[in-house]
């Protein structure tokens, strides 16, 4: 069953339990799936039931017993047929649970049709024996109440039709019959209501698990997001670097295919944060952080915030030309943000970053501590060369 949608608020133990118009599609769904293989099998039971029922014939009206054993020979090829045909073709729960109570109409009208034709003197004890229509009727339903109670009437106006016609100028039989079907009537029909709303209950039950569930898993993202991004700027945290590091090494191990990994850092930060105070550092932190995710927008890379003033930057590059070449990209983009420092000792009037960059299958790094080693000692170099700069690691 697909997961369905929010049913919205409903009553979780009122005596009808309607399912939402909303929700019907998902119940179908959840009746064809957990009550369609009961039907089934009740209404092959109650076929080959109803036909065990010639050997009774024989014995109590053995007049009509011959025509009884044709009679309920073509029913059952034709009840096997539409069970055949709802339980094979149709996706209608509605069908499968009613075929039931339809096919034992039929079933009580004959019947009587064939009592009638009988002379047997045990024919006004056997009449009792129709009682079995009425459970029939109700025990199977799991979908329709209403459907069970409209044949439970139609069955009960035909039998007790029947035995009064049965009957004739014996009131009292009828009555007595009539004492003792009804109760029968009245606790089939409360076993019908019951089930059906043990089927209702269970569905809505199931809906509000499958809410609760799906809401948890929405949550359980969002903390994840939340755990995995760096709150000022928004790119991932030094927590959610480590880990796809280490994924992105181990896949190289796996695919022999290079990464490349890159350390920026702003370049006389505690100069800025100094003059311009820490609120605007932060400002610039989220500025430059932004204009790596812009630059990295094709999906070659992703940027996170390795610490302070520092980013890291890993990327799905296998050389060293597309790797210098995305770096500059990077550098002139920060630079070209054009953002104001006019407090730096190396004549520069504007935020430049520094860069660290190393393909993964670097000749001196065997493991990814030692491609972050490599990257840190590079950016350390290009800090002493003067800054605004990249030092690549040689291929
Ligand atoms: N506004 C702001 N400042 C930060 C944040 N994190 C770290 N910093 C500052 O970043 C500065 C880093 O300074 P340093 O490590 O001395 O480096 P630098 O001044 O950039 O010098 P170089 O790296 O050598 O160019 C410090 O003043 C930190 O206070 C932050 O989240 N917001």
Redesign the pocket.
């Known amino acids: 069953m697909n997961a369905p949608e929010d049913p919205g608020p409903h009553r979780s133990g009122g005596w009808t339990q309607a399912i939402p118009t909303g929700l019907q599609p998902a119940f179908e769904d959840y009746v064809r799936k957990h009550c369609r293989s009961f039907l089934l099998a009740i209404n092959l039971i109650a076929a080959f039931a109803y036909f065990s029922y010639v050997i009774a014939d024989a014995l109590v009206v053995p007049d009509i017993a011959m025509t009884s054993l044709w009679v309920r020979s073509i029913l059952i090829v034709i009840g096997l047929g539409n069970i055949f045909l709802v339980f094979r073709y149709s996706r209608s729960v509605l069908l499968m649970d009613q075929l039931m109570p339809i096919h034992d109409i039929i079933s009580t009208v004959t019947w009587f049709e064939l009592l009638k034709h009988s002379q047997s003197p045990d024919v006004p004890t056997y009449l009792y024996a129709s009682m079995i229509f009425i459970v029939l009727c109700n025990l199977g339903v799991r979908v329709s109440f209403k459907g069970a109670l409209a044949c439970s009437l139609a069955i009960s106006a035909v039998i007790l039709g029947n035995v009064w016609a049965l009957h004739p100028g014996d009131p009292k039989g009828v009555m007595v019959f009539a004492l003792v079907y009804l109760p029968v009537l009245w606790f089939s029909l409360f076993i019908s209501w019951t089930n059906t709303l043990s089927v209702r209950r269970a569905f809505l039950s199931d809906v509000e698990v499958r809410c609760q569930q799906a809401e948890l898993f929405e949550l359980n993202q969002r903390l994840q997001e939340l755990a995995s991004t760096d709150g ?1 700027t928004r790119v991932g945290n030094r927590r959610a670097f480590d880990a796809q590091l280490l994924s992105n090494w181990s896949r190289t191990q796996q695919n022999g295919r290079a990464f490349a990994l890159l350390l920026a ?7 800025y ?2 003059h311009y105070g ?2 605007a ?2 400002m ?2 989220k500025q430059v952080a932004y204009s790596m995710v812009h630059t990295l927008r094709h999906g070659q890379g992703k940027a996170f915030r390795y610490g ?2 520092e980013f890291a930057v890993l990327l799905q590059v296998s050389t060293l030309e597309e790797l210098r070449h995305i770096v500059e990209r990077l550098i002139g983009q920060v630079a070209a943000l054009n953002i104001e420092h006019r407090h730096r000792p190396d004549g520069l009037d504007h935020v430049t970053i ?1 860069v660290g960059a190393s393909l993964s299958r670097s000749a001196e790094v065997r493991s990814a501590q030692d491609l972050l080693a490599c990257c840190d000692r590079l950016l350390y170099q290009a ?1 002493q060369q003067g ?1 605004n700069q990249v030092c690549l690691a040689p291929g």
């Open positions: 000022l850092d702003i370049d006389f930060f505690k100069a944060n100094d820490h609120q550092g932060d610039c932190l302070g003033e520094s800090k800054r």
